[in-house]
């Protein structure tokens, strides 16, 4: 398994600003994932960290909103745009091993965010 | 599109046996995992089913049926520990997609 370690572990901002979000594993990885958890939801994917190219986005989720970076196979970054209330949420990091069943991933410790 | 559905809550007896359903309408199935997650932390891994047919892991068991598009996680002697959210996800590709998540309360 991975260790996978996200900075910061919470934050609260005020709306309007931009809060990036770091994310290192301590492992090669092909495959990084940014999900969102809204309070007492499940999660959601929001895109897959391509490393070395843009991320792949999910519906409902556009790149000028939530840039990502992904420099290398052990980090990624995630940048929350222009915050409203709405966008308080938990953001979780995951790695996974795609092209390799069972696909299994692991979360990292996720960053708990608060828009004021 | 993609539909995963688990009850939202459920409660039961320290001791006692749960059975936790998630049934799921999505094109492309590649398996199905079962995670487990306490309040304020991360998802930790419980199970995978790809084939039909149970899998047993000590206090936890997961059954999985591709033709009806349904999976359940089954806890025995449960703890107070297992106080948790459950959640299913099925992978398409590499993707996972969750589910609405079980939160799930054992009573002493």
């Known amino acids: 398994s991975a260790v996978i370690s996200q900075k910061p572990s919470r934050d609260i901002c005020q709306r309007g600003t931009s809060l990036t979000i770091q994310c290192q594993v301590d492992?090669?990885?092909?495959?990084m994932f940014w999900y969102r958890q809204q309070p007492g939801q499940s999660l959601t994917l929001i895109a897959t960290?391509?490393?070395?190219?843009?991320?792949?986005?999910e519906s409902g989720f556009v790149i000028d909103k939530f840039p990502i970076s992904r420099p290398n196979l052990t980090f990624s970054t995630l940048t929350v745009s222009n915050m409203s209330p709405e966008d308080s949420s938990i953001y979780l990091c995951?790695?996974?091993?795609?092209?390799?069943?069972?696909?299994?991933?692991?979360f990292g410790p996720g960053t708990r965010l608060t828009v004021t | 599109g993609q539909n995963i559905d688990q009850p939202t809550e459920m409660t039961a007896t320290e001791g006692a046996i749960v059975q936790i359903n998630c049934t799921y309408q999505t094109s492309g199935f590649n398996g199905l995992f079962w995670y487990q997650q306490h309040a304020g932390e991360a998802p930790t891994f419980l199970s995978y089913n790809v084939l039909d047919g149970l899998e047993e892991k000590g206090r936890f068991s997961s059954f999985l049926s591709r033709s009806k598009g349904y999976s359940y996680l089954l806890l025995k002697e449960l703890q107070m520990k297992d106080s948790a959210s459950y959640l299913c996800?099925?992978?398409?590709?590499?993707?996972?997609?969750f589910g609405t998540g079980t939160r799930l309360k054992v009573l002493a």
């Open positions: 995951s790695v996974g091993t795609a092209g390799v069943p069972p696909y299994e991933q692991y």
């Open positions: 960290a391509n490393q070395g190219s843009e991320a792949t986005y």
């Open positions: 492992s090669q990885v092909t495959m």
């Open positions: 996800a099925v992978i398409r590709t590499y993707k996972y997609i």
